[in-house]
């Protein structure tokens, strides 16, 4: 390695690395604060959360600060006349640009990586510390504010005196349009089971009332509560977004069988009402159920083809910024990196991500192919390969 190259390297490894580290910690910093309003969360919950929300901060840190890095050095470089001293030793821009595109090469393998960990391992981590600390969580919020809901869940309480809820009315509802169960009792208590995946609560002197049905119980009564209705967050992953890199082709198998199940099953109903003579049951209307919960499968299908192109482009944004940014960097000869950052920044937010998100939008409807996502990275290549080509003739 010339020592050109040892010295842009040794200046983008140092920027880079400082502007990441800052740009992590307040990414970070930031998550932590969404997840403990959200979830009601203590500060031991939070210092649990560190390590899983750390990969999330840092698959949106890394590709800015690749460019930021790029934008920063070259801009200087090329301010404090550098790029002119060298063509005029003879030295082509490109062999301080070809060590950048390396860096930023491998950076953007790190950071499929990084998404790959940050949508399965860490959103899987910060599920399990919420879920493994709904004890605390749901006991804090009722202090706080009296009452803590989910979508299946209503607890509304008039006061907490250390473990004991005083006059507590619990509502829970069992799946789509089931009947709400409301318990108003004297004073009830929580203990979760995280093992059994479930919440325990036990009442006392109160009255459940289901529906039309009302029953008193003067002693105790225990429940349990699973914890998927019980958690903000769930016990289980169902986005395609949270499956992991390896699992994508047993994910893609087992939701082609559902959607052929589907099928046969509308089909079968047609099939039987033709036998019954029963046309009126034919008609799409009929059908709209089957239909609907076939058209949800598809949707699902197509997510997930559409998610590892997603990662992969997404990733392999860090290279196709650097090649934007290193060659515009020059030509601008801007020694304020901040300036230079955001001038190289501006046209990548205004043509890359709209292009980008409009990829994803459209594979997920099915109406093209999942490839489109690299759309967006390509237009930036193609845009970089034009500015390194007036930077070397320059």
Sequence with gaps: MTLISRYVLRELLLVFSVALGALTLFMLVVGLVREAQQQGLGLVQILMLVP?????????????????????????????????????????????????????????????????????????????VVVESVEQIIYGRLRQARSYSTAHLAINVKAVDGRRLIRPTLSLTQGPGGTPATVSAAEAE????????????????????????????????????PLAAVSRKGTVATSPSEIPMAGFARARAEQVDRIEQLDQTAAGKRAMAMLAGAMEATVPAAVAPEQAALAEARGRYNRIVLEPWRRWANGFSCLCFVLVGAPMAIRMRNADFLTS??????????????????????????AVPPVAVWFGNLLIVAWGWWLLRRVVKA
């Design 52 to 128: 899983y929300v750390l990969p999330e901060a840092m698959r949106f840190a890394v590709p800015g600060t690749m460019l930021f890095a790029a934008a920063s050095v070259f801009g200087r470089m090329s301010a404090s006349n550098e790029i002119t001293a060298l063509r005029a030793a003879g030295i082509t821009p490109l062999a301080v640009i070809w060590p950048a595109a390396g860096l930023a090469l491998v950076v953007s393998f790190v950071s499929v990586w990084l998404n790959d960990v940050a949508v399965s391992w860490g959103r899987d981590g910060v599920r399990r």
């Design 190 to 225: 929580l203990q979760a089971n995280p093992a059994a995946g479930t919440l325990i609560v036990t009442f006392r002197d109160g009255t459940l009332h289901m529906g039309d049905v009302s029953a008193s119980f003067p002693d105790t009564i225990v429940r349990e509560l």
């Design 341 to 366: 950052f955001f001038l190289c920044f501006l046209p990548i937010l205004v043509v890359y991500y709209p292009v980008f998100m409009l990829g994803v939008n459209q594979a997920k409807r099915g």
